[in-house]
């Protein structure tokens, strides 16, 4: 197995990780805040999107940024 593809699929495992301990936290010592905080990390992450969105199209290579270097 290759170096990177391990990685690659540890991190999957550990980031899996952090959203399930945040989504336990929130329940047991958060109020209503958090559902204030996560629209507001969904709205960035979306104007985020549309930003790469812009950048891809402009690029005349097919897969533009959305293509991993170290995959392609």
Do not use: N, W
């Amino acid at each position: 197995m290759a170096y990177k593809e391990l990685i690659l699929g540890v991190g999957s495992v550990l980031g899996a990780g952090v959203f399930v301990l945040t989504g336990q936290a929130a329940r047991d010592y958060v109020g209503t805040a958090v559902m204030i905080s996560y629209l507001i990390s969904g709205l960035s992450a979306l104007l985020s999107v549309l930003c790469y969105t812009e950048f891809s199209v402009e690029l005349p290579v097919a897969g533009g940024s959305f293509c991993p270097h170290f995959l392609c």
